[in-house]
Nanobody, 122 residues
């Protein structure tokens, strides 16, 4: 199996910063994409940021210029640097990874972390 271990969530004041980490481990041949999604109470889960095999990134419009996604391929780890946090960023943040476990896998499968709470409030 593939496991995603998330860390870095917590409580911060508006304007503050947090850095989320997500490390993938287990049976992994290749990771096609990794990213972060978030879900606030009463809302649908939405894409925050995503990085694909070639290194290109996508960001939600609401976080562009404030959040930065980076990757350490040797560690199968992604980081989400979140600056200038707003109360609207409050949500459970979920790490995702699209993984081929063997060279013969036809399609990558999406795996999810357990989620880490980010709360932005005074």
């Amino acid at each position: 199996q593939v496991q995603l271990v998330e860390s870095g969530g917590g409580l911060v004041q508006p304007g503050g910063s947090l850095r989320l980490s997500c490390a993938a481990s287990g049976s992994i041949f290749s990771i096609y994409a990794m990213g972060w999604y978030r879900q606030a109470p009463g809302n649908q889960r939405e894409l925050v940021a995503r990085i694909v095999l070639g290194g290109s990134t996508d960001y939600a419009n609401s976080v562009k210029g404030r959040f930065t996604l980076s990757r350490d391929n040797a560690k199968n780890t992604v980081y989400l640097q979140m600056n200038s946090l707003k109360p609207g960023d409050t949500a459970v943040y979920y790490c995702s990874a699209d993984v081929k476990r063997t060279v013969s896998d036809q399609n990558p499968q999406r795996y999810w972390g357990q989620g880490t709470q980010v709360t932005v409030s005074f």
